[in-house]
């Protein structure tokens, strides 16, 4: 019986005595590798000397940040609304000889002030003067047929009073029809006369306001027509002057308020490159649409513009002065952040530690911001230097700013006041 024991039989022993203690193994490096991780995790602190929160170790590492601060303020805070403006003359006149002739004086200089009714150039006068010398002898001949008619007129009425049947009835009435016909012939003759009168007196080309003259678009010796549409030269009206301007359709309500209290609206008007102040005005009119296709509504300032600072056609940056506001917190707007969840400052606590501190911006403007909520006066934000900081990390302040809020304050005093 023993002969007959298979091969297979006599090698299971051994087979399953190598499972069971590999499995034994492997249980007991699971187990092992199980509380090195509970350690590591419970005792991390205690074993490496750092705390648990990636941040946190980094913080205790990183040495304090040297930052620029500023002083929170309260103060008044000019509202401006900038738009591109472009110069544009309150009246304009394309001064044309309205007859046509030979251009045969002129008499202005090229950038020189005229007066309305001043005589820049003259026409050939003397094609003018016969065509009137004319039309008076034709309404002479006319009032002379007609004086007649009349006469005839009377003889008739008169006969017929006296001597009844002397005269006819038809014969009177056909008088009758022949003054008529003739005191319109002198009608028409007068509108004549009247006309070229009028056209001698086109013959004197003459400004129809007061202004500036260009330079001038014709010589002497040259035919000028009515309908050129050049002109003879170009007058413009430069004291005052006006500015056109466009603000987004979504400012138009604030200003629409203010300017239909009655309230003057102040506009300055600045350089191409905002670098200079070249003259300020007043808010004059507004645009009855918005133009859809730029989302934006057109209004017009006038400038004194006494000394000509202002030319026609220049582009400037307009700067509309809506509203002041009083007893605003203002903060230096270098340090306003921006992160996913909105606006946020670095505020520096008395520990010269620093906290995010998420703010609700209002209107900015001159490099600084009016906070409506999340600051308060007296308060430091950082202005350089934000972006190695974090959540409590600590930070270098300047000597002047250290332990002491005062020079920042004044320098931040200084800003918030400026209008």
Request: glycine residues 10%.
């Amino acid at each position: 019986m023993a002969v007959g024991i298979s091969s297979s039989a006599r090698v299971s022993p051994p087979l399953n005595l190598i499972r069971r203690k590999v499995v034994r193994r492997f249980g007991l490096a699971v187990a092992l590798l199980g509380a090195i991780g509970a350690l590591l995790w419970w005792g991390g602190d205690r074993i490496f000397g750092q705390s648990a929160n990636p941040q946190a170790r980094q913080g205790s590492r990183s040495p304090p940040v040297a930052v620029g601060v500023a002083d929170v303020v309260r103060g008044e805070f000019p509202v401006l609304l900038t738009g591109l403006g472009n110069v544009t003359p309150k009246e304009t006149s394309v001064v044309k000889s309205q007859i046509s002739g030979q251009l045969v004086e002129i008499n202005f200089t090229e950038g020189q002030f005229v007066k309305a009714g001043d005589v820049l150039a003259h026409v050939d006068p003397r094609p003018y003067r016969l065509a009137l010398s004319q039309a008076e002898g034709q309404l002479l001949r006319d009032r002379a047929q007609l004086d007649n008619a009349q006469r005839d007129l009377v003889r008739y009425e008169t006969l017929e009073k006296r001597l009844k049947n002397a005269v006819s009835g038809q014969q009177i009435d056909t008088q009758k029809a022949l003054v008529a016909q003739n005191k319109g012939v002198v009608a028409i003759d007068q509108a004549q006369v009247d006309q070229a009168r009028l056209n001698l007196d086109y013959c004197s080309v003459k400004s129809l306001i007061d202004g500036r003259v260009g330079l001038r678009v014709v010589d002497v010796g040259n035919y000028v027509q009515a309908n050129d549409p050049n002109g003879v030269v170009v007058v413009t009206r430069l004291k005052p002057i006006t500015v056109i301007f466009t603000l987004p359709e979504d400012k138009l309500q604030g200003v629409l308020k203010k300017f239909r209290s009655g309230a003057t609206l102040e506009v300055s008007a600045y350089d191409h490159e905002r670098s200079g102040l070249i003259a300020k005005g007043k808010l004059i009119a507004l645009d009855n649409q918005i133009d859809s296709s730029t989302g934006t509504v057109r209004l017009r300032a006038e400038f004194p513009n006494d000394d000509e600072a202002l030319y026609p056609n220049q582009f400037v940056n307009a700067e509309l002065h809506v509203d002041t506001m009083k007893d605003a917190v203002l903060a230096p707007a270098a340090a306003i952040q921006r992160g996913a969840s909105g606006a946020y400052v670095y505020a520096v606590k008395p520990d010269d530690t620093v906290t995010v501190r998420p703010v609700r911006l209002g209107p900015v403007g001159d490099e600084r911001v009016v906070v409506e909520n999340g600051l308060e006066s007296g308060e430091r934000v950082v202005i350089e230097g934000a972006d190695k900081l974090r959540e409590g990390a600590k930070v270098v302040l300047p000597a002047a700013e250290r332990g002491d809020h005062s020079g920042g304050a004044r320098g931040s005093d200084k800003r918030g006041e400026k209008s």
